[in-house]
């Protein structure tokens, strides 16, 4: 052996160990933050968990760890959340045939957490059971698939035939749109579109739970107790962006708890994560104790008031603007927890998804160049006269509020303003789980009311169009989110026109356009913009945020 | 020549005040409920001339001036991310002595304006119970047999059912379209509402006494003599049984009011009693419930409130107690 071998070997035998040592060192740094359960915490369940049909806020955060669909948002935190990646499909299709058509190709050897492996006919019984079990945004949001009025029309007998082609050899999955739809692949990314399978039975599942392929998997569930998850066996990361491999070993959602009581235990470490709002009398404590462990985030969430265009006084539109003239936003935020919580709005898209441009309507000028942008202040004055002016001044005007706090705070603040600019106001409050179908009832004759919307997904069509088209008045029907009643034809085209247009800028600008059209017609008050305040545990790291998701459980974990 | 006559004994209300005039605790309660009840009657003068603000009308974007400085009336939390606004705390000036609620009202002039609703309410509800409880304890007591069984029963079926449930339970049927009786209409938001549900709730606890004297008065010499004598049954109860029964009212009269002050208290808090905008002292603790925290003036303020009054009536009840009750006059005699 030469000097020089013998140098070498002789250095490699003092240098392995000591990478040994560094590779293991890594490795257990790495997986330091593996393991442990993750506590979250709620005062009420969330009902099914049917991934397809539940359309609250609860459990979507859980569904993003269970289930997978052809597309997905980011599993990131900030504006890196909305961007659509692919999950189950190889990658992102390119749009065909103008736009009608998509086509996807689906990812090899994925597992469901039964131990099944994922196929195409999964894919297309998939689709064709947001139709047959009445998925909240089987409408909406997938009405464009070619043969989706008939499903819509007769669910059990709906096959999407000519809307869908699925190929098991290729893995080829292809979608044929009535109409171009510039939002179609946001709109696979949304939960509703999760992939099942096959066998899943075409009704609600209630508490019984679907085999997922994410990353986790429901182990059981007691509406009235808890929820548990554990890890999906059958799991691996295909994409870290789409389904990242947890790392958590559990998960436990406990419910139960006043959000008070929530609050308490967060603080005291007992649980990691709670879902309710924070009570505000606790902000100031949560600011002041937790600067470190409180996080606030842009959400989707508007507060905003109705007005009914169908009876007096605010079938008349000058009564209309009198209220949004009268509304000091600033003073609305303070319900909400302040300006570090609420912000308030110029039009019925939260800025963070149509950023206003210029003066808002509906607002005096700053007082000093310092004074406060975008909402400076209300003008009573003008209010009063609008009032006179359209002749309703003395109506009975009863505001329709939930029994929250929040909103009971809101409604009485709403009462003494409309009695300030001339009209007879009273409030009514109704139980939060009822009020919200109640003011879309039109036989129920809901002058004005006060309600929350959370947009599904960053686009003006989430707030605007669903809210305003023509298509989502229904009268006399429980289901009709366009509350005030609203239709007009003009506003309508310019709405359809931003939906199909595919070049951003003309799409924002249309959407600007049509925000305008509704704010002249003031048939609903914007009132604030809602930030989501997230409160840890000391133990919680990697906090990720997602509009959609909220907290992303996945990302997370646990000392 | 005149012969100095021994003065004639002072008769039994006479007595009686006498004996409460004696009575340094029921004497202090009494004072203290007159105090209460003079300050809440000059709540529209406090509030316009001493606090100079509009208890009724929400101000969370005001300000006011203390010691020369603007302040805001909701005043920002001190933490680094700026999170929550709280009303603000007392100032012991004239305006905003006891702070503000949440929504910016003075604290002070709503304490003075819900204690009236609250004393109005709890009052006409005691004496609207007495009467009703007077009717049926006499028609029960003095008529007897299938009459007495109806009415005893429908007082023990009501007596079966929670005070606070039943006029829940009632509250909730007229608190959202009010009360239609024939052609009389009565608002949601009317304060006879909460009046005549409460005094309907207690009717059965002051009518089992009233029928237990009367059914003992029934039996009485005097009015064997009267029946014996052909006079007329509703002239017996009129002039022999009412007055014999009124000291058992009166008795009664402040325990109900400190039972009707409770119930309002806790009908408003559950926003089934007194409604907005109008004020009681449960409606303020409601108020004060989300700001326990941050401002437990606003809760705790018109819950001593309700404590210094029922206390106050307990023992003006007590002294009253000792002062008619010539049964237990003589026990503690012997």
């Known amino acids: 052996m030469s000097l020089c071998a013998r140098y070498v070997f002789r250095h490699l035998l003092v240098l392995l160990p000591a990478m040994f040592a560094l590779c293991v060192t890594a490795q257990a740094a790495g997986q330091d933050h593996h393991g442990g359960e993750l506590r979250l915490l709620g005062s009420t369940s969330g009902g099914t968990l049917d991934p397809q049909l539940h359309y609250t806020p609860v459990y979507l955060q859980i569904f993003s760890a269970v289930y997978d669909g052809l597309l997905t948002y980011r599993k990131a935190g900030g504006a890196a959340g ?24 689906l990812r090899p050897g994925i597992r469901f957490s039964d131990g099944r492996p994922v196929r195409v006919q999964d894919v297309q019984a998939s689709f064709q059971r947001i139709f047959r079990v009445g998925s909240p945004t089987a409408s909406s949001f997938y009405e464009n698939i070619v043969g989706a009025h008939d499903c819509l029309r007769q669910p059990h ?36 579109a999760v992939i099942l399978p096959a066998d899943t039975p075409d009704h609600d599942v209630g508490t019984v739970p679907v085999a997922g392929t994410g990353a986790y998997r429901v182990v059981s569930y007691d509406p009235q107790q808890s929820l548990h998850l554990a890890r999906n066996p059958y799991f691996h990361v295909w994409s870290d962006a789409a389904q990242p491999e947890g790392y958590v070993d559990t998960i436990i959602y406990r419910f139960g708890l006043r959000d008070e ?3 308490t235990s967060v603080e005291a470490g007992h649980d990691d994560w709670m879902f309710e709002v924070k009570p505000l009398d606790r902000l100031g404590e949560l600011g002041a104790r937790f600067p470190d462990r409180v996080h606030i985030n842009p959400s989707l969430h508007i507060v905003y008031v109705p007005l009914n265009v169908h009876i007096a006084p605010f079938d008349n539109a000058m009564a209309r603007q009198a209220v949004a003239w009268a509304l000091d936003r600033h003073a609305a935020a303070i319900f909400y927890g302040g300006p570090a919580v609420a912000t308030p709005m110029c039009d019925m898209a939260p800025p963070n998804v149509l950023p206003p441009v210029g003066q808002c309507p509906y607002t005096l000028p700053a007082v000093s160049a310092s004074g406060m942008s975008g ?4 003008d009573l004055d003008r209010a009063r006269d609008l009032v006179m002016k359209s002749g309703t001044q003395g109506q009975a005007v009863t505001i329709v509020v939930q029994t929250d706090s929040t909103q009971r705070g809101i409604g009485a603040w709403m009462r003494d303003r409309l009695q300030q600019i001339g009209y007879r106001a009273s409030v009514r409050e109704i139980s939060r789980g009822v009020q919200f179908s109640y003011i879309q009832n039109s036989a129920n004759n809901v002058q004005i009311s006060l309600t929350s919307w959370f947009g599904d997904y960053p686009s003006p069509s989430n707030f605007v169009y669903l809210l305003f088209a023509c298509s989502s008045f ?53 009132l604030l913009a809602i930030k989501d305040v997230d409160l840890v545990s000391a133990r919680l790291g990697n906090y990720a945020y997602h509009t959609l998701y909220h907290m992303l459980v996945a990302r997370a974990w646990v000392r | 020549m005149a012969q100095d006559l021994p003065a004639p004994p002072a008769g039994p209300w006479r007595q009686a005040m006498r004996s409460i005039a004696r009575n340094r605790s029921a004497m202090a309660a009494l004072a203290t409920l007159a105090l209460v009840t003079l300050a809440c009657m000059l709540a529209p003068l406090y509030a316009h001339h001493v606090a100079h603000t509009d208890p009724f009308t929400s101000n969370v974007a005001g300000s006011i001036v203390l010691d020369g400085h603007e302040v805001d009336i909701m005043q920002p939390n001190d933490n680094p991310l700026h999170l929550g606004l709280s009303p603000i705390g007392p100032t012991w000036h004239a305006t905003y002595l006891l702070g503000a609620d949440s929504q910016g009202r003075d604290l002070a002039s709503r304490l003075l304006y819900g204690g009236r609703d609250s004393l109005l309410v709890s009052s006409c509800a005691a004496v609207v119970c007495l009467v009703l409880a007077a009717m049926a304890g006499i028609v029960a007591g003095f008529s007897g047999g299938v009459v007495d069984a109806l009415l005893s029963r429908m007082m023990d079926i009501m007596w079966a059912v929670p005070v606070y449930l039943f006029a829940i339970s009632l509250s909730i ?15 949601a938001d009317s304060l006879l509402i909460p009046i005549f549900i409460i005094a309907l709730v207690y009717v059965p606890y002051a009518a089992r006494p009233i029928r237990g004297r009367v059914m003992a008065l029934r039996q009485a010499e005097f009015v064997t003599a009267a029946r014996c004598l052909g006079v007329p049954r509703w002239r017996i109860v009129v002039r022999d049984i009412l007055p014999n029964v009124t000291t058992t009212l009166v008795m009664l009269g402040p325990l109900l009011m400190a039972l009707s002050l409770l119930a309002e208290s806790a009908l408003s808090f559950l926003s089934l009693g007194v409604q907005a905008p109008a004020a009681s002292w449960g409606t303020i603790i409601q108020d004060g419930e989300g700001l326990i925290y941050t401002r437990p003036m606003v809760a705790v303020a018109p819950g001593l409130a309700i404590v210094v009054v029922v206390l106050a009536l307990n023992i003006l009840g007590d002294g009253l107690r000792d002062a008619l009750d010539v049964r237990d006059a003589a026990r503690r005699s012997s």
């Open chain 1, 82 to 105: 909305d961007e659509v990646v692919p999950d189950l499909a190889t990658a992102l299709p390119q749009p065909e045939d103008g736009g009608r058509t998509w086509t996807f190709y």
């Open chain 1, 157 to 192: 007998a709906c096959t999407l035939s000519e809307g869908m082609e699925v190929d098991p050899a290729t893995g080829r999955i292809t979608f044929h749109l009535v109409e171009p739809d510039a939002e179609f692949l946001t709109k696979l990314a949304y939960p509703h």
């Open chain 1, 261 to 263: 009581d929530e609050v």
């Open chain 1, 375 to 378: 909402w400076p202040r209300p």
């Open chain 1, 474 to 526: 229904h009268p006399h029907s429980d289901n009709s989110i366009n509350i005030p009643g609203y239709c007009n034809p003009a506003l309508d085209a310019v709405m359809h026109r931003a939906l199909q247009e595919p070049r951003d800028p003309v799409r924002m600008a249309l959407w600007r356009q049509a925000s305008n059209m509704l704010n002249s017609d003031e048939p609903a008050v914007p």
């Open chain 2, 173 to 187: 049927v007229t608190v959202s379209h009010g009360l239609r009786v024939g052609p009389v209409t009565v608002r």
